[in-house]
């Protein structure tokens, strides 16, 4: 039998096929930088992506994210004479071998991807006081990015890549967008359909760094004890998944 768990033909659990699907979006999402194509994106496919985002969870459901639609190139090139000043500088910060490789990195598609998201955090948006941020400030800032990683996946079913633009100054971006001082932009995403996905991380290609193997991540009931008298059944699992995201792939 599939699944030997008495409940699982229960509404709330998800069958082979649907929790496959899942898995294969994960582990086949890229943070795309190249192999943008100018087709359009269908207003349709679009409006799914951003629900699925407006769907993440939210400190206090205070739903602290916009999302800013580009797809005026005058804008984007703005934003790109910020990415490159911010990009010369960061060079400049590694290594001579590490900035020699880091040179030869594309980093962005502001340009050649058809459209360009940027999804902010409103940090006022149900008021000083949320429940659930009332000692962990950042929580509305992390709920943000929760809605960016429904975006990517969902994106990524769609058959649409998306690339992440970090290396830029916010004065800069809030400046080529018009984003008010009291909203932080928490990621500028480039969007569009792309020729190819690329099988590994762009970065684990080139060399910059390899995926860390699960085990060393994973610890028990204290930091930094990974190796409890009743581990054995975890870390037996977790080495037999290792070929796990291959399945996919």
């Known amino acids: 039998m599939e ?28 943070d795309v930088r190249s192999q943008f194509k100018a087709e359009p994106i269908p207003e349709e496919v679009l409006s799914r992506v951003l629900y699925a985002a407006h769907h993440a ?17 005058k804008v984007k090139s703005a934003v790109h004479q910020g990415f490159k000043k911010a990009n010369e500088a960061a060079a400049d910060m590694f290594e001579p071998k590490k900035s020699k490789l880091y ?8 340009l050649e991807s058809p459209l360009n998201i940027c999804i ?30 429904n975006f990517w996946l969902a994106a990524r079913a769609e058959g649409l890549g998306v690339g992440w633009v970090s290396i830029i100054e916010q004065d800069d971006l809030r400046s080529a967008l018009n984003i008010p001082e009291d909203i932080v932009p ?12 690329n099988s590994e991380p762009d970065l684990k290609s080139a060399g910059w760094l390899n995926r860390m193997p699960i085990e060393e ?14 581990k054995a059944p975890l870390t037996q699992a977790l080495h037999q998944h290792r070929t796990f995201p291959q399945k996919w792939k």
Not at 57 to 73: A, H, Y
Not at 103 to 110: A, H, Y
Not at 126 to 147: I, P, Q, Y
Request: glycine share 6%; proline share 4%.
């Open 217 to 230: 991540l994973v610890f028990f009931d204290q930091w930094g004890n990974n190796e409890p008298d009743d």
């Open 186 to 197: 928490i990621a500028y995403l480039c969007v569009g359909y792309v020729s190819q996905f």
């Open 3 to 30: 699944n030997q768990n008495p409940n699982a033909q229960t509404s709330h659990y998800f069958n082979k096929s649907e929790r496959d699907g899942l898995y294969k979006t994960i582990f086949n999402r890229r």
């Open 57 to 73: 969870p939210s400190v206090g459901f205070m739903q602290p994210w916009n999302f800013l639609v580009i797809r005026d190139q």
């Open 103 to 110: 040179r030869k990195l594309k980093l962005e598609g502001i």
């Open 120 to 149: 902010t955090c409103d940090r006022s948006r149900t008021g000083s006081v949320v429940l659930g941020r009332t000692t962990n400030k950042e929580m509305d800032l992390f709920s943000t990015v929760c809605a960016v990683q």
